[in-house]
């Protein structure tokens, strides 16, 4: 795969990530009855299918060297839910605190969002060019 079909495809997951988990929680929240400690089945559901996307995120990043991003889901993500899992597990509020990680992960995707339709942009700026120049050298 080439750099573009990666960042739009990178792209596709995070407009995916954005729009349709949030509501989901919010419905089964909402109206369904819950089997875990007072956890919703589906959101438990729907935050591990929203995070299955983080180590194709991560390839995405490597590729791209954006180290930054990296560094920053590892601190917004990944370390906050050690914490709430490991730490707050057995906590009254466990259910309202389960939701932190994954609401860092969807502030996380819309920002990433914005940064890689830029990238996107310039991928394909840089590959017209490259292309005109060919054009120009024939």
Known sequence: MDRIEILERLKQILDLEITYPPV?????????QSDLKGI??????FIVVAKL???FIIYVLLKERKYFWIAS????????ALITYLIIKDSVFSKFFLLIPYILFYFYCLLLKFSVRDWLMEAEAK??????LLIKEK
């Open 24 to 32: 989901m929680i919010s419905i089964s929240f909402l109206i369904m």
């Open 40 to 45: 919703p089945v589906l959101v438990i559901i």
């Open 53 to 55: 996307a983080i180590p």
């Open 73 to 80: 889901l590892f601190l917004f993500i990944v370390i906050p």
């Open 127 to 132: 590959s017209e060019r490259e292309n005109q």
